[in-house]
DNA sequence: TATTGTTATACTCTATAACTATA
DNA sequence: TATAGTTATAGAGTATAACAATA
């Protein structure tokens, strides 16, 4: 494991990086009220608009207790975002699946992070590939994969 | 204003910053954790202990209610780790201040975010400055001044 | 009158533990 | 016995509205 640094180069970067944090979230959060959804509601929604999955999955996703996507999946069933299938090969499992409304309020909900878009169109492809291979080097190989699996 | 991109490398940038978001708020709450605080008590101290400020500000600072100062700060007074002291210039103003103590939680809470600083130092000098120039150019001129005012 | 901080209220998220129905 | 989902509970964060003290 390599050592940190504290240049000032280095610590630029980190507040740089503490920014683009910061804008996320709220740009997230914001994307989320105008739908009337808290944050939790909308990174549910947004998992299940991919891929259908039971419970369990959902919480091991975000790294929660299975009993809070009991409260947080009620709430958007009752909007009419979500529903609760049976699973066919084991009558434990409930699938959480969106409606056709959530499906589109999942969409209009990613079309709305404009942020995360919008400022690379101030780069050039070049740069961006650059900006790319910088990122894919500090999070490591594996980080796309990490996210993709339970 | 540029247009939004949908070229593969830059949905593969977002889904990058998505996944350097998303580590860097687990290493903050574990941090946090570490020392038996909230993610936003965590946050509140580490305002604090770069410049005691009024309630009202921190609410600023945070972008949340100043009601919810309130309960922070007495959590964080209860456990010793700020205190509040009058403002000689209006008595209608606390100033939350970090004590002693909390001075010290604060710096360890800081050394503790190893991620956004360890990755970095796989990169050379040179690709440190080039990621530095281009979040900068993504963040725009005036994103330091954005987060250094109330 | 306006501002600062607080209180009261209601809702949501969170973890923990106990419960049920399946496997 | 073990697992999936739920319920019950308690603590914390959040916004809203109303309040006392001060400007």
Redesign the pocket.
Known sequence: MATPRTDPVTLEVVELIGTVVARYYEEYERAAAAHSL?G??ARVLGLLSMEPM????VANK????????????D?LEARGLVE?RPDPS??????AAPTKEGIGTARQLREALGFAREPLAELSDAERTVLRDLLRRMLGANAALERSQP
Chains 1, 2 share one sequence.
């Open positions: 808290t939790a509601q039971p419970m369990r999955k975000l790294r929660c207790e299975p009993s809070n996507i009991t409260g947080i999946v709430r609760r084991d009558r434990r499992v409930k699938l």
